[in-house]
């Protein structure tokens, strides 16, 4: 749904926050796709493709990880770009500039298809466990190291730094952009930032105690504690990839208004149609 609305309002298009958010959707719907349909297929009817398929293997981890950090990175850039918008200074307000995001996006693609090769050139199945995992120690390490920082700390931090800052903004221009779609724009932002912080802080936490905890002996009881909460929280980051439509339902009513007029267009065409055809058989039948 957020995809056909930022495709079809031109000014949601036009827009650098929401070109951010329609980027957003994407890598989040392919996320999702990729990801989540995988786990359930695996879980559900014991198909696991990454233990028989090394294409699959190399690609499904690949992948998730080039969608993921897009989308991170998106969401960063939405933020900053946003306290430009918002700023009461006018350099800084020409800042946000659609056509800089177009290429600011377009480079952040190329770098993370780039950052993804080493991830598809090491993963491998292991010939004794059959399982789909990274074969060079010093990258699996970098790994941890990068959902560490790329994936929790830098967008939670960099959001909210940004998104303080823009709401001081907001509160300073209360008057000029009260009535504005600027400010709902600024709204569904927000809330974008609180939905990332609640969903990707305690991922990040995890991380951290993995981290701390390596090279500890761990009994039975502990894994599975451990197994269970990971499950737990890897659930909670699901959360931020499909969350994004229903925080801009409850935090933007022009998204809202957009919404619903496509979901009724079908019921407003056949209205129209039932007005017509009575029309034309009058017509017809006068002639």
């Given at each position: ?46 198909i696991d493709l ?85 074969t060079n120690n ?59 912080i609640t969903t ?88």
């Open positions: 749904m957020n995809i056909l609305i930022f495709l079809s309002v031109r000014s949601y298009r036009k827009t650098p926050s929401t070109f951010y958010f329609l980027i957003i959707s994407i890598t989040n719907i392919i996320y999702i796709l990729i990801n989540l349909i995988s786990r359930i297929v695996s879980t559900g009817f014991l990454t233990r028989t398929s090394i294409i699959w293997c190399k690609a499904r981890l690949s992948l998730i990880g080039v969608f993921g950090l897009i989308s991170f990175t998106c969401s960063s850039l939405a933020t900053i770009d946003q306290f430009f918008a918002t700023s009461p200074n006018v350099q800084l307000r020409r800042c946000s500039n659609i056509k800089w995001t177009y290429r600011i996006i377009f480079l952040t693609i190329l770098l993370c298809i780039l950052h993804a090769i080493p991830c598809f050139i090491y993963l491998d199945i292991s010939p004794s466990t059959k399982t789909c995992l990274v010093a990258y699996n390490f970098y790994l941890s190291l990068y959902s560490l920082s790329l994936i929790s700390t830098f967008p939670v931090i960099i959001m909210s730094i940004f998104g303080y800052l823009t709401y001081r903004h907001i509160n300073l221009r209360r008057i000029l952009i009260r009535e504005s779609a600027d400010r709902q724009i600024t709204r569904m932002t927000l809330i974008q930032v609180i939905l990332v990707i802080t305690p991922y990040g936490i995890q991380i951290t105690y993995n981290l701390i905890t390596t090279g500890i002996y761990k009994d039975t009881d502990r894994i599975i504690k451990e197994s269970f909460s990971l499950t737990i929280i890897s659930l909670l980051t699901y959360v931020y990839f499909v969350g994004s439509c229903y925080t801009f339902l409850i935090s933007s009513s022009r998204f809202r208004r957009a919404v619903k007029d496509h979901i009724c267009f079908w019921r407003r065409r056949a209205q129209v149609a039932a007005l017509i055809y009575p029309i034309q058989e009058r017509i017809v039948f006068r002639n």
